[in-house]
């Protein structure tokens, strides 16, 4: 058992900020709310703000800096190193540090920086209430490509006057122009910084716990689709750490993934390029390749399973096979489209192959599942 002087020493700093702003955001905005009310501007402004928070810390700080899972021009990593800095949670250099330790070790309870296995408290604020793990702090070695980065750089050594400009001068600019400062302050201020804390902690700890493993349960990632509302995509965590460097989180186009979308969407008029995507054959193998491991694992506790675990072998094992079929023809039908010879009487053939193919791998798809629905744990 670890006694009081064994402990980290605390950071008190950091205890006095998480501890003030959510207790005037908990008592202050409620009893500002009943007194004084809050119009439909000021809550604009709060979700405006929060957005421009979560925004940079989900589009830059990680999936740009921490992850190269895209390249962003000048103007919008600007954009994202002040929105990083209005969110108050450290330099883009100190968090990427942070956040490639975590998937390097992740879950290792000496290593990784917010170890979900170490519990939620710990995993969601806990970690930076003390000096744990000290030896890091100042150490950016697994950061060298981020270094090379000017607007790093000059965010790192400015963070804190840039943090103390952008949390006090725009919710205050904001009061001074709408005529309302305090309530500014309070709701802009307070209220913002604490929600865009808290919801991003939720991927360290939440989505540690709650939530599916489609893709692996190597590590304790979760997939959750009510985080991915809160986090601006972030929630499908599960396919983040086994996909990491992919710059969409949410991969299906009902997934509530607006990380995704900016990123996207910035990439039609030129703010970003090399958008990286983990190839779909890959990614429906390793969620087929989870389905049969735990079936498996089903199975083998199963009397007389003989049968049953071989039927599930040559159904998977199918499944593999048309995957790979299906995928390599239409690799080879896009070149073909980008060249405009799919239509060519010399490709027909190879177009109606790559027609069955697909009605092939739809069927067995149909098999595959109403096995996995028959053995469902």
């Known amino acids: ?75 919008l990593r600007f954009i994202f190193a002040i929105g990083g800095a209005f969110a108050l949670q450290n330099s883009i250099l100190h968090w990427s540090s942070d956040h490639r330790i975590h998937h390097r070790h992740v879950d290792n309870n000496d290593k990784d920086p917010y170890s979900a296995k170490k519990g939620f408290f710990y995993s969601h604020i806990g970690w930076m209430l003390r000096a744990y793990q000290a030896s890091r702090y100042h150490d950016y070695e697994n950061c060298r490509d981020l270094q090379k980065d000017n607007i790093v750089m000059w965010q790192h050594k400015y963070y804190l006057p840039l943090a103390i400009i952008t949390n006090f001068g725009i919710p205050l600019a904001f009061g001074l122009i709408h005529g309302d400062v305090w309530g500014a302050l309070l709701l802009v201020g307070f209220l913002r910084l604490v929600l865009s804390h808290h919801t991003t902690f939720f991927i360290n700890s939440l989505a540690h716990i709650w939530g599916s493993q489609p893709y692996t349960d190597r590590n304790t990632a979760r997939d959750n689709g009510f985080l991915a509302l809160l986090t601006f995509g972030e929630g499908y965590h599960n396919y983040h750490h086994i996909f990491e460097n992919d710059y969409r989180n949410g991969i299906c186009w009902w997934q509530f993934d607006p990380t995704k979308w900016l990123i996207k969407l910035c990439s039609w008029i030129g703010w970003t390029k090399n958008l990286k995507v983990t190839p779909a054959d890959r990614i429906e193998k390793t969620k087929a390749k989870m389905q049969f491991t735990r079936i498996q694992a089903h199975l083998s506790s199963m009397p007389n399973n003989m049968a049953r675990m071989s039927q599930l072998e040559g159904e998977y094992n199918a499944l593999i096979a048309k995957i790979s079929d299906y995928y390599q023809a239409k690799k080879r039908l896009l070149e073909l489209e980008k060249q405009k010879l799919a239509d060519s009487y010399d490709n027909f053939e190879f177009v109606q192959q790559y027609k069955s193919m697909k009605e092939r791998l739809e069927l067995q798809r149909r098999e595959w599942k109403g096995l996995i629905q028959q053995y469902a744990l």
């Open 1 to 75: 058992m670890i006694t009081q002087q064994q402990k980290p020493p605390v950071i008190w700093l950091n205890v006095a900020v998480f501890s003030v702003t959510f207790l005037v955001a908990l008592i202050g905005v409620p009893l500002y709310a009943y007194y004084y009310g809050f119009d439909w501007i000021q809550i604009t402004m709060l979700l405006v703000a929060f957005s421009f928070c979560g925004m940079s810390i989900t589009a830059g700080y990680h999936r740009l800096w921490s992850h190269k899972t895209y390249q962003a021009n000048a103007v």
